[in-house]
Each structure stands twice: as structure tokens, then as C-alpha cells.
């Protein structure tokens, strides 16, 4: 059974930090890209990091980058999001993702059920 399960979100103040959890059970973690996305009330899902199995290269775009960082502990089987210097804007539904290839070729796409962030004063 598939699961990815979120954990580590709240609400703070701008300017504070808040460190978002990931636990995955049930596929290959370790050849697996793991991803963040956010989805804000109104606004399409977003990417906000990603980290891809090998070499451990990670993608952020420009709205997080400098803020925001991945990163995996392939022990654990979990992907962290450390997030800094949080914005009202940052506001959003938070979801863990995970893409890979199952042998020989099937691909997946696994989806957690969203942690809550909330950034206001």
C-alpha cells in the first residue's frame, strides 16, 4: 500500500520558519524523484521543490528559491521541506509527491493528502 504522508505544517508569522515532513511506504523511495507542491485557494497546483533520486539534484523556481530547500534521508524513506522566510503569498496546501518507474516500464505518480500552511501576522 502506497503511502505518503505529510506532516509539519501550522500556522506562523511572516519572516518565520517551518519545516515540512514526508514519509513514503509502499514503492522504491530511493529511485523515486521526490517533489513539493502548494496549492493557494483559487490557484492551479504548483511546484515549489524537487529532488530527484540520483545525484540528489534539486529544482526550485524563482517565487522559493533562496528560502525554501529539500532535501531526502533515504534511511528515514522521508523528504523534507525547510522553509524560511515565509511569506504571506506562501499560504497554500502543501502536497508530497513521488514519480518513478516500477520495472520493466510502468510509470507512477503518487500523491500525499496535503499539509496546511498558513503564513499571517
Known amino acids: 500500500q502506497v503511502q505518503l504522508v505529510e506532516s509539519g505544517g501550522g500556522l506562523v508569522q511572516p519572516g518565520e520558519s517551518l519545516r515540512l515532513s514526508c514519509a513514503a511506504s509502499g514503492f522504491t523511495f530511493s529511485s523515486s524523484t521526490m517533489s513539493w507542491y502548494r496549492q493557494a485557494p483559487g490557484k492551479e497546483r504548483e511546484l515549489v521543490a524537487s529532488i530527484r533520486s540520483a545525484g540528489g539534484s534539486t529544482n526550485y523556481p524563482d517565487s522559493v528559491k533562496g528560502r525554501f530547500t529539500i532535501s531526502r534521508d533515504h534511511a528515514k524513506k522521508t523528504v523534507y521541506l525547510q522553509m524560511n522566510s515565509l511569506k504571506p503569498e506562501d499560504t497554500a496546501v502543501y502536497y508530497c509527491?513521488?514519480?518513478?518507474?516500477?520495472?520493466?516500464?510502468?510509470?507512477?505518480?503518487?500523491w500525499g493528502q496535503g499539509t496546511q500552511v498558513t503564513v499571517s501576522s
Open positions: 509527491n513521488a514519480v518513478g518507474v516500477r520495472w520493466p516500464s510502468q510509470q507512477y505518480n503518487y
